[in-house]
C-alpha cells in the first residue's frame, strides 16, 4: 500500500492526537484540525486521500462535513467516527456520502484495517477508473443496495432485488462489486432438504459497524 494523505477534523483534541499518532504509526501523512471549513479545503485542493469526520460536531455537523465533501469529489474516501451504534445514524451518514464508519473509541488494530481495505477502493476510483466507480455503476445506487443490509439483514441477490425495486441483474452487479470493496460478506448456504446448488447469501462484514437494536 502506497503513503496516502488522510485528514481528519475533529472539535476533540485528544481525539485528533490519538489519530495522528495511529496515522504516523502507519507510515501516512496527516493533517488535523478542529475546522470543517479547514478540512473542506483539503478535499477541494485535493491534499488528501482520505477524510475523517467526526459525527457529532458543534458548528457544522459530521453529516453537513460529509455531504458538502462528496459534492466537491467523487474520489476522496470519507468515513465517519462516531460513537452511535444505531441503524439510522448508519443510513444517513451513507445517504449523505459516507464510504464507511469506524466507532469510537478508536483502536489501532481495526483502524489499521479499514484504513487499508479503503486505500485499495481509492485506487480504484482515483487511479484506475478515474471517471467511476465501475463501468455502469453509481455512488447513489451502491449506497442504496448497501443500505438494504444495514439492519444486519442476510439475503441472497433474487431477495435484494425484490426488497429494492431494482432488476436482479443489476441487483446483482452492486452486491458484487460490494464484496470486491470490502463492505459486504459473501456465503453459500445449503438450502434444507433440497439439493442442487447452495444459495448465495450476502450480509455485512463483522468489520462493519454493529447495528444490532439495544
Known amino acids: 500500500m502506497r503513503n496516502l494523505a ?5 472539535d476533540d483534541e485528544g481525539t485528533l492526537y490519538t489519530v495522528k499518532a495511529m496515522i ?30 467526526d459525527y457529532h460536531m458543534p458548528v457544522m455537523s459530521g453529516l453537513d462535513v460529509i455531504r458538502a465533501a ?8 470519507l468515513l465517519a467516527l462516531t460513537v452511535e451504534e444505531s441503524p439510522q445514524v448508519a443510513h444517513e451518514l451513507l445517504t449523505v456520502g459516507a464510504d464507511d464508519f469506524i466507532l469510537k473509541p478508536l483502536r489501532l488494530a481495526d483502524f489499521s484495517a479499514r484504513i ?10 482515483r487511479y484506475e477508473n478515474p471517471e467511476g466507480i465501475q463501468k455502469g455503476l453509481s455512488e447513489n445506487t451502491t449506497r442504496r443496495v ?4 444495514l439492519d444486519g439483514s442476510a439475503m441472497t441477490a433474487s431477495e435484494a432485488s425484490e426488497k ?16 470486491k470493496k470490502g463492505q459486504l460478506n459473501r456465503r453459500s448456504v445449503a438450502e434444507d432438504g433440497r439439493s442442487g446448488r447452495p444459495s ?6 463483522p468489520l462493519q459497524i454493529n447495528l444490532k437494536k439495544k
Open 200 to 205: 448465495v447469501v450476502y450480509s455485512c462484514l
Open 6 to 10: 488522510l485528514g481528519i477534523v475533529d
Open 146 to 149: 448497501y443500505l438494504l443490509f
Open 116 to 125: 487499508s481495505l479503503h486505500a485499495e477502493l481509492l485506487r480504484y476510483r
Open 24 to 53: 504516523e504509526t502507519l507510515g501516512h501523512k496527516i493533517y488535523t484540525t478542529t475546522d470543517p471549513e479547514v478540512a473542506l479545503g483539503w478535499v477541494k485542493n485535493k491534499l488528501i486521500d482520505i477524510l475523517l469526520v
Open 70 to 77: 462528496r459534492k466537491l469529489s467523487e474520489a476522496v474516501i
Open 164 to 179: 429494492s425495486g431494482l432488476a436482479y441483474p443489476t441487483v446483482y452487479r452492486y452486491l458484487e462489486y460490494l464484496v
